[in-house]
């Protein structure tokens, strides 16, 4: 399979520990995108990397949350002191973009499901 | 401010019914719209977007700047074509990608 894949599909966790994600995008892909999805809403944008720089941040990813992308491939989202709040789907979603308006299109993965009890 | 409004959450038509799935969004300046798709026990993936003017497995979307709408149709529905429709919005030169509620289609024989 060569697209997104997303890596662990599933936690559980307890409120106060630490998590880690991991995105591998679809190879040579230079935007990788973190969003989170709570129930009944649309994906919420987190993040974006260009290569290994992190472009922009929402104001919903705090100060627990900090994300990389060391070299420019894969890239780790860790949550930090998780709360029963930040139980939501992670969505990370990669694209190629040449440039100008409308020509990346973004391939999504399946997500991981982080539950915090 | 981006947003995009999604107003039906669940929308229920027969098999050769048209469906439209309504979307109206507001922004400042150009946008670019979307209309993602997520099929049960799929990841979300395009549908199609307002740049490309295409028609996809049957539907297509006109972006109306005076409604600030871009409503998704089809003609004819096929069973096939129930999932969870997610219409999107991105700003000229930004990448903050923003999605609607979704509409949950369903398709009855």
């Known amino acids: 399979d060569t697209g997104v894949s997303q890596d662990p599909r599933h936690k559980i966790t307890k409120r106060g520990q630490n998590v880690t994600f991991r995105c591998d995008p679809i190879?040579?892909?230079?935007?990788l995108y973190w969003y989170r999805q709570t129930l009944g809403q649309g994906p919420e944008f987190l993040t974006y990397?260009?290569?290994?720089?992190?472009?922009?941040k929402s104001r919903l990813l705090s100060d627990r949350f900090s994300a990389e992308r060391p070299k420019g491939s894969f890239s780790t989202l860790e949550i930090q002191r998780t709360e029963q709040g930040d139980s939501a789907m992670y969505l990370c979603?990669?694209?190629?973009?040449?440039?100008?308006?409308?020509?990346?299109?973004?391939?999504f993965g399946p997500g991981t499901r982080l539950t915090v009890l | 401010a981006q947003r995009v409004t999604q107003p039906e959450k669940l929308l229920s038509v027969f098999k050769g019914a048209p469906v439209e799935l309504k979307c109206n969004y507001s922004y400042s300046g150009s946008p670019e719209l979307f209309w993602y798709v997520q099929y049960s026990r799929q990841r979300l993936q395009l549908l199609l977007r307002h740049i490309s003017r295409e028609s996809i497995k049957g539907f297509t979307a006109d972006l109306n700047k005076g409604e600030t709408s871009f409503h998704l149709k089809k003609p004819f529905a096929q069973e096939e074509d129930s999932a969870m429709y997610y219409c999107?919005?991105?700003?000229?030169?930004?990448?903050?990608?923003?999605f609607g509620a979704g509409t949950r289609l369903t398709v009855k024989p």
């Open positions: 999107a919005l991105r700003g000229y030169n930004n990448n903050d990608m923003r």
């Open positions: 990397f260009q290569n290994e720089a992190q472009l922009e």
């Open positions: 190879s040579e892909h230079n935007r």
């Open positions: 979603a990669s694209s190629l973009a040449r440039g100008g308006p409308g020509t990346d299109t973004q391939y």
